[in-house]
């Protein structure tokens, strides 16, 4: 497949390429003047992000919660299909709707994460099935994000269950192609929905990426 475009701006590239070598040499260095300057590094880091739009506070969050090696973050959806509509959920936050999910957790599978993601927000219990997508966030149409983060696209059985809330989600519904909600963009956006929905017409297609 080609390679999507990048959607992030210039300067929030720069900010997270930036964050990631302070990072990275935050997470190795021992001579405390080296530290000193990734630290510097990393507050610029910080500034740009800013500049590029981003809240100060949420960039330093962003920038400074982890000191390990810099890593992409994980979000996994799932896929669920009864009939030729998909399940979507209402995040309550937000008032949109996405595909059941969040962020992996450590010790977890992709699959299992679909699976208990979509029991917890929507009272279905599935089976993962098929990886349908791995896609690079920022190649995408969602808005523009502090994380780098992979979004995984999991095709799961439905197995049964009745519709139900979650603390995270306030609406539960099965929607076909021609009559979807209102997309929370953060979360899930058209072009992976169109995804699902040819991976329904056709069980045979290979994993999306990138």
């Not at 809240?55 to 896929?79: G, I, Q």
């Not at 049964?160 to 963009?185: I, N, Q, W």
């Amino acid at each position: 497949m080609s390679l999507r475009e990048d959607r992030r701006s210039a300067l929030l590239r720069w900010a997270q390429r930036v964050q990631a070598i302070a990072q990275t040499g935050l997470t190795y260095a021992r001579d405390p003047f080296d530290r000193q300057r990734y630290e510097e590094l990393r507050e610029l880091a910080i500034e740009m992000a800013a500049a590029a739009g981003a809240v100060a506070d949420a960039a330093r969050v962003a920038f400074t919660s982890e000191d390990s090696y810099p890593t992409p973050k994980v979000d996994v959806r799932a896929v669920v299909f009864r009939g030729d509509e998909l399940l979507l959920v209402r995040e309550a936050r937000t008032s949109a709707w996405t595909l059941p999910g969040g962020w992996a957790d450590v010790g977890d599978t992709p699959g299992g994460v679909a699976e208990r993601e979509t029991a917890e927000e929507s009272g279905y219990a599935v089976k993962a099935r098929k990886m349908v997508a791995v896609f690079d966030k920022s190649r995408h149409e969602h808005p523009p994000s502090l994380y780098y983060t992979y979004k995984m696209l999991v095709l799961c059985d439905l197995l049964g269950g009745d519709a139900r809330c979650s603390h995270e989600t306030d609406g539960v519904g099965f929607f076909g192609k021609g009559a979807l909600p209102s997309l929370d963009l953060e979360r899930i956006t058209p072009g992976q929905v169109a995804v699902a929905f040819a991976h329904l017409a056709d069980p045979s297609l290979p994993t999306d990426f990138d």
